[in-house]
């Protein structure tokens, strides 16, 4: 079993940068896959970025070039930095892993962006 917690959201005028963190409970970025994910109020959880677990990583068109996604094996953490905030980028953010069926998933952290 895998603990995710996430930290780091809040409340930033457009513009502005919030890092992100999700640390598990153990190590798993050698062998699992992990993301960013978010969910604005009546819309679908949606894929921001994730990167693999050879380090290949991804981000949604949406926020390429204005998020970057990484992490430190040696913390058992991922970070989603983030910049440029747009209203638009308001949800819950959820970090989560995965490796072939066995998906975990943390509890979410709010981003707010006020225009």
């Known amino acids: 079993q895998v603990q995710l917690v996430e930290s780091g959201g809040g409340l930033v005028q457009a513009g502005g940068s919030l890092r992100l963190s999700c640390a598990a409970s153990r190590n798993i970025f050698d062998s699992h896959h992990t993301a960013w994910y978010r969910q604005a109020p009546g819309k679908q959880r949606e894929l921001v970025a994730r990167?693999?677990?050879?380090?290949?990583?991804n981000l949604a068109g949406s926020v390429k070039g204005r998020f970057t996604i990484s992490r430190d094996n040696a913390k058992n953490t991922m970070y989603l930095q983030m910049n440029s905030l747009k209203p638009e980028d308001t949800a819950v953010y959820y970090c989560?892993?995965?490796?072939?069926?066995?998906?975990?998933w943390g509890q979410g952290t709010q981003v707010t962006v006020s225009s």
């Open positions: 990167i693999f677990s050879d380090g290949t990583t």
């Open positions: 989560n892993a995965w490796r072939a069926s066995i998906e975990y």
